[in-house]
């Protein structure tokens, strides 16, 4: 075993070993969950057998209203979010990338602290700022939006300025040297070359939007503003049958359809290249 | 005929850092102009000023009489071919060189004879419809040399264009370039740090050190007449002798150590400690013990063959290490390692020199 894991010649095989014991722990529940879904009995410990009745089933997840509202309600909501939260990152991600005057550094920071901030904390802070600064708002679906793009931007604004980093200020030089004015830099050059990054960002607003727990649950206003993610979180402490693994399913496979297609569009234009893409794209 | 530039006191620092230092320069219509100097020299900052990605700190930049100094770079009828060639990957090679024309009020059909025009000219007619990452780095070079010259400029911008090709391809694009240039009749500002380039291409050199103009001349005053110690070193290959100068009739006497030369070019009427210079073609290989004026006699310490010359190195009566060309003409005239030779530097080849920096000349 030893002298396996020492060979100097091959690949290094303890970092292999470590690889892919963490990739199993890390996978292992998520598969536990999926397989009960299937379960053809009530329990989410035994499995009686395979079944589609959690799916299809007179008791299953496609015939249960709460569910399908909560689906509606989390799509609904990232597709706002996804909306406001991508233009509004690149424009921002634009001006940051060409300001370099006073304030600019201070900005940048700025922008990455929603990224290191406790949800709980940001979650709270939201929460105060509906209720005793803009008590006019109220809580619910608004507020649910507003609050999910105030986090998901500076995803946008990371991906978005990566990508204007890795292309440089030439193609703009070269385009004013053309004739191009201001604006069609932006709209004949600059935009194009961003579309990969753009479509990126958006993938990952829309995945982060429907896994949101914290924030939303905070801004929530009543039952028919209850997301995916607030609806296993009860039924978890209701009385669990695998439909709520068959929910969890249905998540699972929406965000990653969206991080799947998000990724191969952006391999396909900027032929893979950008590894910070890549990497805010593992999130 | 359009296309004159006029560089008058032009300046720019990033900080406090001057990069291009107060320079004057006169680029008339229709004239193949290089700037060339080593990196940092200020050459490739006063080509970006001219195009407009640049503000100046001071000075004017006069195109056909009118100050462009401050207009924006879409604004001003000049334009470059960028040493990235910065071609846009999301458009294919039509779509690149149709791009400026958008901003000239043509119909479509014109649009699309001024681009297959374009094109032509480049011989890369059938490449219309490729991306610029399926192009090898020479049609990628054409494209962008089209892209600029569909737009007719009264001026074209070349930073470095050739830097990124092989030998081979540079070469063959150098006469290319300069063929086109002649037959467009377009002002050419060309950025290079390859003296060869520099000197096959153009019809004047500007020499540029720290940000000021050494030199500018055609080609055969910069290399040939060299004003300054930095110009006839980064012109090719040059020997320099440290000497004592007083007078000698109309030329200059040259005391170098024990021995005393003749000097008739370059700045003869100088006195004092200066530096002389003499091209190692230019010096005459005799046999050990051949007499007569401006005579040194060496050890060859190494010949290196170049396939058509010799490279000899000699060291001098003094310690002085003088390289001397011999062409490789058979007569076998290119002596050992070790042989003992006398070498003639003719006056007529033995220049003067005035100390760097020096007023430019020309």
């Given at each position: 075993?030893?002298?396996?894991?020492?060979?100097?010649?091959?690949?290094?095989?303890?970092?292999?070993?470590?690889?892919?014991?963490?990739?199993?722990?890390?996978?292992?529940?998520?598969?536990?969950?999926?397989?009960?879904?299937?379960?053809?009995?009530?329990?989410?410990?035994?499995?009686?057998?395979?079944?589609?009745?959690?799916?299809?089933?007179?008791?299953?997840?496609?015939?249960?209203?709460?569910?399908?509202?909560?689906?509606?309600?989390?799509?609904?909501?990232?597709?706002?979010?996804?909306?406001?939260?991508?233009?509004?990152?690149?424009?921002?991600?634009?001006?940051?990338?060409?300001?370099?005057?006073?304030?600019?550094?201070?900005?940048?920071?700025?922008?990455?602290?929603?990224?290191?901030?406790?949800?709980?904390?940001?979650?709270?802070?939201?929460?105060?700022?509906?209720?005793?600064?803009?008590?006019?708002?109220?809580?619910?679906?608004?507020?649910?939006?507003?609050?999910?793009?105030?986090?998901?931007?500076?995803?946008?604004?990371?991906?978005?300025?990566?990508?204007?980093?890795?292309?440089?200020?030439?193609?703009?030089?070269?385009?004013?040297?053309?004739?191009?004015?201001?604006?069609?830099?932006?709209?004949?050059?600059?935009?194009?070359?961003?579309?990969?990054?753009?479509?990126?960002?958006?993938?990952?607003?829309?995945?982060?939007?429907?896994?949101?727990?914290?924030?939303?649950?905070?801004?929530?206003?009543?039952?028919?503003?209850?997301?995916?993610?607030?609806?296993?979180?009860?039924?978890?402490?209701?009385?669990?049958?695998?439909?709520?693994?068959?929910?969890?399913?249905?998540?699972?496979?929406?965000?990653?359809?969206?991080?799947?297609?998000?990724?191969?569009?952006?391999?396909?234009?900027?032929?893979?290249?950008?590894?910070?893409?890549?990497?805010?794209?593992?999130? | 005929?359009?296309?004159?530039?006029?560089?008058?006191?032009?300046?720019?620092?990033?900080?406090?850092?001057?990069?291009?230092?107060?320079?004057?320069?006169?680029?008339?219509?229709?004239?193949?102009?290089?700037?060339?100097?080593?990196?940092?020299?200020?050459?490739?900052?006063?080509?970006?000023?001219?195009?407009?990605?640049?503000?100046?700190?001071?000075?004017?930049?006069?195109?056909?009489?009118?100050?462009?100094?401050?207009?924006?770079?879409?604004?001003?009828?000049?334009?470059?071919?960028?040493?990235?060639?910065?071609?846009?990957?999301?458009?294919?090679?039509?779509?690149?060189?149709?791009?400026?024309?958008?901003?000239?009020?043509?119909?479509?059909?014109?649009?699309?004879?001024?681009?297959?025009?374009?094109?032509?000219?480049?011989?890369?007619?059938?490449?219309?419809?490729?991306?610029?990452?399926?192009?090898?780095?020479?049609?990628?070079?054409?494209?962008?040399?089209?892209?600029?010259?569909?737009?007719?400029?009264?001026?074209?911008?070349?930073?470095?264009?050739?830097?990124?090709?092989?030998?081979?391809?540079?070469?063959?694009?150098?006469?290319?370039?300069?063929?086109?240039?002649?037959?467009?009749?377009?002002?050419?500002?060309?950025?290079?740090?390859?003296?060869?380039?520099?000197?096959?291409?153009?019809?004047?050199?500007?020499?540029?050190?720290?940000?000021?103009?050494?030199?500018?001349?055609?080609?055969?005053?910069?290399?040939?007449?060299?004003?300054?110690?930095?110009?006839?070193?980064?012109?090719?290959?040059?020997n320099l002798l440290s000497g004592e100068a007083s007078a000698d009739?109309?030329n200059c006497a040259l005391r170098v150590g024990e021995r005393s030369f003749r000097a008739?070019?370059?700045?003869?009427?100088s006195r004092g400690a200066v530096k002389a210079m003499i091209?190692?073609?230019?010096i005459v290989v005799e046999e050990h013990g051949a007499a007569g004026d401006n005579r040194l006699p060496g050890l060859v310490e190494?010949?290196?063959?170049?396939?058509?010359?010799?490279?000899?190195h000699v060291r001098v009566v003094g310690g002085d290490l003088l390289?001397v060309?011999?062409?490789?003409?058979?007569?076998?005239?290119?002596?050992?390692?070790?042989?003992a030779v006398m070498l003639h530097l003719p006056a007529?080849a033995l220049?003067v020199?005035?100390?760097?920096?020096?007023?430019?000349?020309?």
């Amino acid at each position: 075993m030893i002298a396996w894991l020492r060979n100097p010649w091959g690949r290094p095989r303890g970092l292999v070993l470590v690889t892919g014991l963490y990739v199993a722990w890390s996978i292992l529940p998520v598969g536990i969950a999926i397989l009960f879904a299937f379960n053809s009995g009530r329990s989410r410990t035994t499995l009686q057998g395979i079944s589609l009745r959690w799916f299809t089933g007179p008791a299953g997840v496609f015939h249960d209203p709460a569910l399908q509202g909560a689906l509606k309600h989390t799509l609904f909501l990232a597709l706002i979010c996804v909306l406001v939260a991508t233009p509004l990152g690149v424009t921002l991600a634009l001006g940051l990338q060409r300001w370099r005057g006073r304030g600019s550094g201070t900005v940048n920071t700025l922008m990455l602290l929603p990224l290191v901030t406790p949800e709980i904390v940001m979650g709270v802070a939201l929460l105060i700022l509906f209720l005793k600064v803009f008590p006019g708002l109220g809580l619910g679906t608004t507020a649910q939006a507003i609050g999910q793009v105030t986090f998901t931007l500076s995803y946008v604004v990371v991906i978005v300025r990566g990508r204007l980093v890795s292309i440089g200020p030439e193609y703009e030089e070269a385009a004013a040297d053309l004739g191009a004015p201001p604006r069609d830099l932006i709209v004949r050059v600059l935009l194009p070359l961003l579309a990969p990054a753009i479509v990126a960002s958006a993938a990952v607003v829309f995945a982060l939007s429907i896994d949101d727990f914290v924030v939303t649950q905070y801004l929530s206003g009543g039952a028919s503003t209850t997301t995916i993610p607030m609806l296993l979180y009860a039924s978890a402490r209701g009385a669990p049958t695998p439909a709520l693994n068959a929910i969890a399913s249905v998540a699972l496979l929406i965000t990653l359809g969206t991080l799947a297609l998000a990724f191969l569009v952006y391999r396909r234009f900027a032929g893979g290249s950008d590894a910070a893409v890549a990497a805010a794209l593992e999130v | 005929m359009a296309g004159e530039v006029r560089l008058e006191e032009l300046t720019k620092r990033f900080g406090d850092v001057v990069a291009v230092d107060g320079i004057d320069l006169d680029m008339p219509p229709g004239e193949f102009f290089t700037m060339l100097g080593p990196s940092g020299c200020g050459k490739t900052t006063t080509l970006r000023m001219i195009a407009g990605f640049e503000r100046p700190t001071s000075g004017r930049i006069v195109l056909d009489g009118v100050d462009v100094a401050q207009v924006p770079p879409h604004k001003r009828n000049v334009n470059t071919v960028f040493q990235s060639y910065a071609l846009f990957p999301h458009l294919d090679v039509a779509g690149n060189v149709a791009f400026g024309l958008k901003y000239h009020g043509l119909t479509k059909d014109e649009r699309r004879r001024r681009v297959a025009e374009a094109l032509d000219l480049v011989q890369l007619g059938d490449l219309a419809q490729r991306k610029p990452a399926q192009l090898s780095g020479g049609q990628q070079q054409r494209v962008a040399l089209a892209r600029a010259l569909v737009l007719t400029p009264r001026v074209l911008l070349l930073d470095e264009p050739l830097g990124a090709l092989d030998a081979r391809l540079r070469k063959g694009l150098q006469v290319e370039l300069k063929a086109l240039q002649a037959e467009l009749g377009i002002t050419f500002v060309f950025v290079t740090h390859d003296q060869e380039e520099a000197l096959t291409m153009s019809d004047r050199v500007a020499v540029m050190n720290g940000g000021r103009v050494e030199q500018a001349g055609s080609p055969r005053e910069v290399y040939e007449e060299p004003s300054t110690m930095f110009v006839a070193d980064f012109l090719g290959v040059s020997n320099l002798l440290s000497g004592e100068a007083s007078a000698d009739g109309s030329n200059c006497a040259l005391r170098v150590g024990e021995r005393s030369f003749r000097a008739a070019q370059g700045a003869v009427d100088s006195r004092g400690a200066v530096k002389a210079m003499i091209r190692p073609e230019r010096i005459v290989v005799e046999e050990h013990g051949a007499a007569g004026d401006n005579r040194l006699p060496g050890l060859v310490e190494r010949a290196v063959f170049l396939g058509n010359a010799f490279e000899l190195h000699v060291r001098v009566v003094g310690g002085d290490l003088l390289r001397v060309t011999v062409p490789n003409d058979g007569s076998a005239s290119a002596a050992g390692e070790g042989a003992a030779v006398m070498l003639h530097l003719p006056a007529e080849a033995l220049r003067v020199l005035a100390p760097s920096p020096a007023p430019a000349a020309g």
